[in-house]
């Protein structure tokens, strides 16, 4: 069973620019949930999607945003890139909306 | 959202030492998670508890569920060099979103 697929894996953006991130959940998984790691800010809970609809928001502004399509397969965008934006995002996914997670290998942002 | 406690933030352990992390709740939890994040990965899930008081193991590892459901706490006995990582605890609140604590690195020295 093939686990949690995150692309790309490292990205290089520029302050302003905007940025999509992809997330394949394990299959029959419908729960998919994004979170922002840095050193200092540990797990921040950025959204989650359950059977397309967004279930859950973080604390984090209207620059992020996701969305999840009908094969559970997610998408986080995020525009106006700062430089604070720069971190590990982790894509997780779930059977049901409590149950344990399972997380991908994430996608390292960096703005420069 | 609720928000998980975790303590110590650090933990720097000589191989064979114990170590304990621990997560405090205000509220109520319904449930708790335990995942283990090593170096340069991903977090991996560990264990869950759902019942009050309820104690579990893996091996060397040691999970426990406060009679109260509002703390949980995870023991290491002997450490190993295998064991080095961040160690977070979780928990869904009514919302059901999955929600992190702080987590503990735990460094073990040979």
């Known amino acids: 069973k093939a686990g949690v697929t995150q692309t790309p894996r490292y990205l290089i953006k520029t302050r302003g620019q905007q940025v999509t991130l992809s997330c394949s959940p394990i299959?029959?998984?419908?729960?998919v949930s994004w979170y922002q790691q840095t050193p200092g800010q540990g797990l921040q809970f950025l959204f989650e999607?359950?059977?397309?609809?967004?279930?859950n928001k973080g604390n984090f502004p209207g620059r992020f945003s996701g969305r999840q399509f009908s094969n559970s397969r997610s998408e986080m965008n995020v525009s106006t890139l700062e430089l604070g934006d720069s971190a590990l995002y982790l894509c997780?996914?779930?059977?049901?909306?409590?149950?344990?997670?399972?997380f991908g290998q994430g996608t390292r942002l960096t703005v420069v | 959202g609720q928000q998980v406690m975790q303590i110590p933030q650090y933990q720097h352990v000589q191989e064979g030492e114990d170590f304990t992390t621990y997560c405090n709740s205000s509220?109520?939890?319904?449930?708790i998670q335990w995942y283990k994040q090593r170096p340069g990965g991903h977090p991996v899930f560990l264990i869950q508890?759902?019942?009050?008081?309820e104690v579990k193991k893996q091996k060397r590892l040691t999970f426990q569920f406060g009679e109260a459901k509002k703390n949980s706490s995870l023991h290491i006995t002997a450490t190993q060099t295998t064991d080095v990582g961040t160690y977070f605890c979780?928990?869904?609140?009514?919302?059901?979103?999955?929600?992190f604590g702080s987590g503990t690195q735990l460094t073990v020295l040979p």
């Open positions: 979780a928990s869904t609140g009514s919302a059901r979103q999955l929600t």
């Open positions: 299959s029959g998984h419908r729960s």
């Open positions: 509220t109520t939890l319904s449930n």
């Open positions: 997780a996914s779930s059977l049901h909306r409590d149950t344990e997670a399972f």
């Open positions: 508890l759902v019942k009050s008081g």
């Open positions: 999607y359950f059977s397309e609809t967004q279930r």
